[in-house]
Structures are given as structure tokens and as C-alpha cells.
Nanobody, 115 residues
Framework: QVQLVESGGGLVPAGGSLVLSCTAS????????MGWYRQIPGKQRELVAR???????DYKDSVMGRFTVSRDNAKNSVYLEMTRLKPEDTAVYYC?????????WGQGTQVTVGG
């Protein structure tokens, strides 16, 4: 079973930046999607960004131009660089990987953006 370990969340003022990191315990092929979801209490988990080999990254409309998803396949890692953060970006961010038809999730990391 693939385990995903995240790091990099925290408290940041509006307009600030954060970088989230996620590393898998096993090899994730470049063709397997990896990315990030987020969840606000009381709401459904939503896709923020994902990266698959040979395809342009996918982004939630509201983060386009502010967030950048990247991968280091040699390290089985995915990253989310978040800039110009807004209070509405406050959420728990979850790393995910889809491997062999199964979806694996990280434990979640809290991102709080001050108003």
C-alpha cells in the first residue's frame, strides 16, 4: 500500500507564499497522476492541481496563475507552490496518487491564510 507523507503547511498572511511537498513510500510512475486536493470543513474535497506525464497540469480555476504543481519522479514526490495566497485558500490540503486504479491519500496539511 502506498503511503504519502506531506509537509509544508502553516499560517501565512494574505499575499504570502507556501510550498507543500508530498513523498510516496513506493515508486510512482510518471504516467500515474499525482496532485493535490483541498477540503474546507463542511464542504466536499475539491481538486486543486494534478500532474501527469505528457499532459499539461490541471488546475482549479480560482488558483490558476497563482499555484504551480510539479513533480520529481526520481523522488516519487509532488509539490504545490502557492503564491499570492488568499483567505479563501484556507483549507486542509491533501496529496493524492492514483496507482493501478487505486487512489491513495496523504494525511492532510493545514494551510491557513490570514485576512
Amino acid at each position: 500500500q502506498v503511503q504519502l507523507v506531506e509537509s509544508g503547511g502553516g499560517l501565512v498572511p494574505a499575499g504570502g507564499s507556501l510550498v507543500l511537498s508530498c513523498t510516496a513510500s513506493e515508486t510512482i510512475f510518471a504516467s500515474d497522476p499525482m496532485g493535490w486536493y483541498r477540503q474546507i470543513p463542511g464542504k466536499q474535497r475539491e481538486l486543486v492541481a494534478r500532474k501527469r506525464s505528457g499532459r499539461d497540469p490541471d488546475y482549479k480555476d480560482s488558483v490558476m496563475g497563482r499555484f504551480t504543481v510539479s513533480r520529481d519522479n526520481a523522488k516519487n514526490s509532488v509539490y504545490l507552490e502557492m503564491t499570492r495566497l488568499k483567505p479563501e485558500d484556507t483549507a486542509v490540503y491533501y496529496c493524492y496518487a492514483r496507482v493501478g486504479g487505486m487512489v491513495y491519500w496523504g494525511q492532510g496539511t493545514q494551510v491557513t491564510v490570514g485576512g
